[in-house]
């Protein structure tokens, strides 16, 4: 069986003092986070930096550190089984507008809330909840520190 690594993050940016997350419409129909495979030599961050500017257009990216969460799920391409590994780490940017790459119907800016309900998979769900998690016991840390 044939394995694909790809890489991608949890995108958020802060508005009026919320979170909101980034969810883009792949061509097929579902809702997930910008990420894509990694070419050979890249880091995590190196390829996920890069899927996300080549699918959004968002540059000024800044991972938080400490956050990797990965889903497996298999699916069928020209007769074959394939494995599919894909690793999210969590990353924040202060842009809003969003060019999206032929690949993409659609995109969304949403809280938490909205962004689980609209998300197609389970897995990626879960991927959501433990970011959502990690960034509210990062925020409070953060807060203490100042």
Do not use: C
Not at 3 to 9: D, F, K, P, Q, V
Not at 31 to 47: A, C, H, N, Q, V
Not at 83 to 98: Q, S, V, W, Y
Not at 141 to 146: A, G, L, S, T
């Amino acid at each position: 069986m044939a394995i694909e690594r790809s890489a991608g993050a949890v995108v958020f940016r802060r508005e009026n003092n919320k979170i909101k997350y980034l969810l883009i419409k792949y061509g097929w129909g579902h809702w997930e986070f910008p990420r894509g495979l990694i070419e050979k030599g890249e880091s995590l961050e190196e390829t996920a930096r890069r899927e996300i500017k080549e699918e959004t257009g968002i540059e000024d990216i800044e991972f938080i550190p400490g956050f990797k969460e990965w889903i497996k799920f298999f699916f069928k391409l020209k007769g074959k089984n394939i494995m599919k590994i894909a690793t999210f780490l969590l990353a924040e940017t202060k842009t809003k507008e969003i060019k999206l790459s032929f690949e993409h119907q659609d995109w969304a800016w949403l809280d938490y809330n909205e962004a689980l309900e609209r998300l197609t998979y389970d897995n990626s769900k879960e991927v959501l909840k433990k970011a959502n998690d990690f960034l509210m016991n990062y925020e409070q840390k953060r807060k203490k520190k100042k």
